[in-house]
């Protein structure tokens, strides 16, 4: 049995507005090995956001723990967690966040710049993935070149570029058509069969089914936790 790449335990988030106390994420346990492909539901409120930006390394939580590949970065301060965050997880948007003045290439080597690596070493990685999700004839081409799908795919290359433990998307799909969604997802069922973890956060029935373990979240707390029939 593969330890937890993520172990949380009693996770609590609360936000001050005002003088009152928010509890948004009221003690979670979780678990998620390494290699499993997850996805979190819930509805709006329901603390999914949160608890993304916690596993993300966005956010740290009010109270409990959170061991990330054996440490534990439930109280690392921002720079600490900045470095975990480019190590160990690659981030997927709904909103693509690419630099709009700048090449697919230099979009996707930008988390290596980060990392310190050399200019060679960044644009052959780079390159290498881009490849990988099928656009090694659009390495030039800069955002407002490309298409909406096309754009998700050079955010997925720049999410797996410094192969990170854990490849996190959030609403991955949510401004694509339905035939892009399906390619977007058919690309993570790739990713994932290649060993990588992957955490899908979404609010559509149908993108989640292509997880494997579905977690639907319900007022700050685990409503459910199953695996997917459909996987089996």
């Known amino acids: 049995m593969s330890k937890s790449l993520i172990d949380i335990k ?3 988030r609360d936000f001050q507005l005002g003088n009152e ?8 346990d979780l678990q998620i090995n ?18 993304m930006n916690i596993l993300g390394c966005l956010d740290t939580p009010t109270s409990g723990s959170y061991i990330l ?3 534990d970065v439930s109280q690392m301060h921002d720079d600490d967690l900045a470095e975990i965050r ?18 697919a290439l230099d979009n996707v080597a930008l988390p290596m710049i ?15 993935v881009l490849k990988q999700v099928g656009l090694g004839d659009r390495m030039d081409h800069q955002p407002n070149q490309l298409s909406g799908g096309q754009r998700q795919r050079v955010a997925v290359a720049r999410a797996l570029v410094n192969n990170p433990s854990i490849i996190l998307a959030d609403e991955p799909t949510g401004n694509l058509d339905s035939k ?35 977690i639907r979240l319900k007022d ?13």
């Open 34 to 51: 390494k290699g499993e492909y997850v996805a979190l539901m819930g509805p709006s409120g329901s603390g999914k956001s949160t608890l």
């Open 180 to 214: 892009t969604s399906v390619e977007i997802m058919n690309l993570f069922n790739d990713i994932h069969k290649n060993g990588n973890t992957v955490i899908l956060v979404t609010h559509e029935e149908d993108i989640a089914k292509y997880a494997h373990r579905i």
């Open 10 to 12: 009693d996770i609590k």
């Open 114 to 128: 980060y990392a310190g690596y050399s200019k060679t070493d960044r644009s052959a990685r780079a390159t290498t």
């Open 21 to 28: 106390t928010i509890n948004v994420l009221k003690g979670i």
């Open 220 to 232: 700050g707390m685990i409503e459910n936790d199953y695996q997917n029939k459909e996987h089996l």
């Open 69 to 71: 590949n054996g440490k």
């Open 86 to 103: 480019n190590k160990e997880i690659g981030f997927v948007f709904q909103t693509f966040n690419l630099l709009p003045r700048t090449t």
